[in-house]
């Protein structure tokens, strides 16, 4: 299954939203017709929800590691007593 730079592109035009009412039409189209497109068009979709999740738990790593250090870190205890502050 060889996937060409033109499906490719269009698949992600698509896929983004960035197709004229014209070109979705046919490219929904060509879903019917060719079952590859079909297929690429799946798989991009997972790779994208898979890249997307990864990225979501990366940064929600840093934002913990970051909020670690900020509330035990000697240096902000001012910081952190008016974020406490907040919520009294």
Same mark, same amino acid.
């Given at each position: 299954?060889?996937?060409?730079?033109?499906?490719?592109?269009?698949?992600?035009?698509?896929?983004?939203?960035?197709?004229?009412?014209?070109?979705? +039409?046919?490219?929904?189209? !060509?879903?019917? /017709?060719?079952?590859?497109?079909?297929?690429?068009? &799946?798989?991009?979709? %997972?790779?994208?929800?898979? +890249?997307?999740?990864?990225? !979501?738990?990366? /940064?929600?790593?840093?934002?913990?590691?970051?909020? &670690?250090?900020?509330? %035990?870190?000697?240096?902000? +205890?001012?910081?952190?007593?008016?974020?406490?502050?907040?919520?009294?």
């Amino acid at each position: 299954m060889k996937t060409s730079w033109n499906n490719k592109v269009i698949t992600d035009s698509y896929l983004n939203g960035e197709c004229s009412g014209e070109e979705k +039409v046919l490219f929904e189209a !060509r879903l019917l /017709l060719e079952p590859d497109l079909k297929e690429n068009l &799946h798989w991009q979709k %997972t790779t994208r929800a898979i +890249v997307q999740q990864y990225g !979501r738990q990366q /940064l929600k790593a840093e934002v913990e590691q970051v909020a &670690h250090h900020v509330f %035990t870190a000697p240096k902000y +205890v001012s910081f952190r007593e008016k974020v406490f502050s907040f919520f009294k």
